[in-house]
């Protein structure tokens, strides 16, 4: 039964946080077809909020009409019909916020509402830091977990996975990478050894097919075998295939702990040397022994940024990182794949040589178990049928519990899982977390999955950045200890991110653009994700609009999936939008 409900039956009550008006209202949709003789002016309008667009200027009061899934207007619509209203008194509206390293490409092929992401504002994402289904072939692809959930592999290229997405039906829009890590696997293997020419050549022809059907650039994930393999002579290399397309280079850099600066070094260099965008994936300080030396890495980007490149970086809001738990181990071990590296994980010569290099360090890889010491790393996931009595447990307590040496037990885990053990990692200082929050060339990556709180793919415990980096970063660093001011760090969870990504038309709230907007109360967002309890939802977000769609209404999913497959410079130059493959949009 549709009903009309008349705006003095809304229940309202003020408040105010510094100079911007909010309140804690229940947000309520008015649905208004079929209340009077002629079609509505507007299929949605947002009315009597706070806007905030995405430029970075100050809040003002303002309605938001929509049609279709563009914004058709901006202004005082009062008198303007629509077929559904929001109402947004006292609360702030803003672009929907854009996730510059998701990592959602299998689990929305297995569930499309993207819970976790876009209950937090989040309408788009970019995947493929070191792995893209958009970029699966025969001989790569992951067949068993397709299987699982009995979806067959019949896509091709980075246009088809998005059409494939958005046929299933998803919550946000997603658009990809090419991760080099990936061509390096398809194309020269998982040997520890220089591309050979005809190889280099190869993964440049694959790069530039993947740029065409829409990828947004090359990305890298540095310290994971085999991308810790290529040189940066390589990296040059292919970086310039992509800047040919206008994409961007983004990057997990070699080493965040005692080779943050050579690593960071290497990344400003590519910028130069391939006339390319650098992204600097979640930038920080991963060792204890340099902690609180964040100002003179920003110093470094800086004084790069002044010499006219275009180097920026994301980062989450924690002083935890996230990874596996083979990522301590010497690039060496991995050297021909996973059985190799099992193989000498079972070996006691081979153990003690790992142990040996771990303790003492040398150069060639991230030293993530040094770092954090065996307190300082938590399991987080096992592989699907594994131990999971290990989750959520150091590696020292599992030490304790099974009564033998903790380097046993690292040991043990990997070969006990496959290699399939996930992890979380006590690497950084809070103070270096929020002096990288401070810099305006820096957006908000999740570096999460998105998926539910519940259910068959509840398992594990991830890291609550999946369910709570956007909200922990307005609640906490922006409301609460007023890091950066609120109109400033929506800028660059919005254009600010579109701009550093180069996606078109999103990110601002601006008449012509697509409308994808999010209604929060400043007042009481906040994550509630924590490393007991990570799986929960944060509050205070009130409304999700994705592609002209209420997605989420009173902080629930409403079942509405529109999200859409974004395509990159690549295809936007080249392809006009009547021939774009279905459900994806420049």
């Known amino acids: 039964m549709i009903t009309c409900i008349p705006a003095d039956a809304l229940h309202r009550r003020r408040r105010t946080w510094r100079a911007l008006p909010t309140c804690a209202v229940a947000l309520s949709l008015a649905i208004l077809a079929g209340c009077g003789a002629t079609a509505p002016e507007f299929d949605l309008v947002v009315r009597g909020g706070w806007v905030l667009d995405g430029t970075g200027t100050p809040a003002m009061r303002a309605d938001i009409g929509v049609q279709g899934d563009r914004i058709a207007a901006l202004g005082d619509l009062a008198t303007r019909t629509a077929a559904v209203s929001i109402d ?43 792995n893209t289904p958009a970029l699966w072939i025969a001989g790569s692809a992951d067949l068993p977990f ?23 039906g998803i919550t946000v829009n997603v ?44 990305s890298s994930a540095l310290i994971y075998p085999p991308g810790s393999y290529a040189s940066t002579d390589e ?70 940024r002044a010499r006219g490149l275009d180097v920026s970086a994301t980062a989450y809001p924690y002083p935890v990182a996230g990874t596996s738990l083979d990522a301590s181990l010497p690039d060496w071990v991995h050297d021909g794949g996973d059985a190799a590296m099992l193989r000498r994980l079972a070996e006691p010569q081979t153990r003690a040589r790992i142990r040996r290099e ?25 592989r699907h049928g594994g131990d999971s009595s290990v989750v959520g447990l ?22 006990e899982h496959e290699g399939h053990v996930a992890a979380l990692y006590a690497l950084m200082h809070e103070d ?79 008449p012509g653009w697509y409308a994808d907007l999010v209604v929060f109360d400043s007042a009481t967002v906040r994550d509630r994700a924590t490393f007991d309890r990570p799986r929960q939802y944060p509050e205070g977000v009130r409304a999700v609009v994705v592609n002209g769609v209420v997605t989420v209404r009173d902080g629930r999913l409403t079942g509405q999936r529109a999200g859409r497959g974004l395509l990159g410079p690549g295809v936007v130059r080249a392809t006009p939008p009547a021939s774009l493959p279905a459900g994806a949009t420049p």
Request: glycine content about 10%; cysteine-free; charged content about 25%.
């Open 175 to 218: 658009g990809t990478l090419a991760p080099l890590n990936q061509l390096r696997v398809d194309v020269v293997g998982s040997s520890q050894r220089a591309a050979r020419p005809e190889e280099l050549e190869e993964m440049r022809r694959r790069l530039d097919s993947a740029m065409r059907q829409g990828a947004f650039g090359l």
């Open 358 to 382: 771990i303790t003492q360090g040398h150069d060639g890889w991230e030293n993530f178990l040094r770092s954090a010491g065996f307190d300082g790393v938590t399991i987080a996931d096992v």
């Open 146 to 168: 397709l299987s699982r959930l009995g979806i067959a592999f019949d896509w091709s290229g980075v246009d088809g996975f998005l059409s494939r997405l958005a046929t299933r």
């Open 88 to 130: 947004a008194t006292g609360l702030v509206v803003a672009p929907g916020f854009i996730d510059t390293q998701g990592q959602s490409g299998r689990t929305l092929l297995e569930d499309g509402a993207g819970a976790s992401h876009v209950l937090q504002g989040i309408t788009s994402e970019i995947i493929g830091e070191a």
């Open 394 to 415: 150091t590696l020292a307590e599992i030490a304790r519990q099974r009564g033998t040496d903790p380097w046993d037990v690292f040991f043990d885990l990997l070969i």
């Open 432 to 510: 270096d977390v929020r002096e990288v929050l401070r810099q305006p060339w820096v957006s908000i990556g999740t570096d999460s999955a998105a998926q539910p709180a519940d259910g068959p793919m509840a398992v594990g415990r991830p890291h609550p950045r999946g369910f709570g980096s956007f909200p922990r970063v307005l609640g906490r660093y922006v409301r609460d200890e007023q890091l950066v001011p609120l109109p400033e760090m929506i800028r660059r969870m919005t254009s600010g991110a579109a701009a550093q990504m180069g996606i078109a038309e999103r990110g601002q709230v601006r």
């Open 235 to 304: 990296i040059v290399a292919l970086a310039r295939t992509a800047a040919v397309h206008g994409g961007r280079y983004v990057s997990h850099i070699r080493g965040e702990g005692d080779r943050l600066e050579t690593a960071l070094d290497e990344a400003i260099a590519i910028a130069e040397q391939a006339d390319i965008p650098v992204v600097v994936y979640h930038l920080k300080v991963a060792t204890r022994t340099k902690w609180k030396s964040m100002p003179a890495i920003v110093a470094r980007i800086a004084k790069a």
